[in-house]
């Protein structure tokens, strides 16, 4: 057996990571999420598979979901004046928007036409909120992890 202890060759680094390993960990999720919405979200604008909200019926569900979208748009609105970063803030003013209008588009009866209009509006708003929440979690992630050179080794020989 060497009793030597193995020296490291000095081009070796390790992930080094500035933040606690939980949140790094969530914003890699959800960056995915995000992108995975993203590309969805594109490939129904090209397909045209753009999606309206139902108009209101009393129902238990449909109303819940009339109260959610109010809620949600009210939180994002909310959220917006509280990070601090620009991109962030358009984000959530823009997913704000489009939950907002999804409230009030399921409230009245429209045409057809304005329907189409407000979707292919929405879908748009959603693919820019998307593309700004995946590029600022990306800059995030870039700022806190890096490449660095291995931790010194703790105690002495054995």
């Known amino acids: 057996m060497n009793d030597q202890p193995k020296e490291l ?17 969530g914003a890699v999720l959800f960056l995915v999420i995000c992108a995975l919405l993203l590309v ?11 999606s309206m ?10 109303i819940w979901n009339w109260v959610f979208e109010g ?33 009030l ?18 879908s748009i708003l959603s693919q820019f909120a998307l593309a700004i929440s995946c590029v600022a979690i990306a800059d995030w992630l870039r700022s806190v992890v890096r490449l660095g050179p291995p931790p010194e080794p703790q105690g002495g020989a054995i």
């Open 9 to 25: 060759s000095p081009g070796k680094s390790e992930i080094v990571v500035n933040s606690d390993w939980f949140t790094a960990a």
């Open 40 to 50: 969805r979200e594109i490939r129904h604008f090209v397909w045209g598979h753009l």
């Open 53 to 62: 909200p139902p108009h209101l019926h009393k129902g238990f569900w449909s």
């Open 71 to 103: 809620i949600a748009a009210a939180y994002c609105f909310i959220l917006a004046f509280t990070f601090p970063r620009k991109p962030v803030k358009l984000a959530c003013v823009l997913v704000g928007i489009h939950l907002a209008g999804s409230f």
């Open 105 to 122: 588009m399921s409230c009245f009866r429209l045409s057809l036409s304005v329907q189409h209009v407000a979707a292919v509006s929405r």
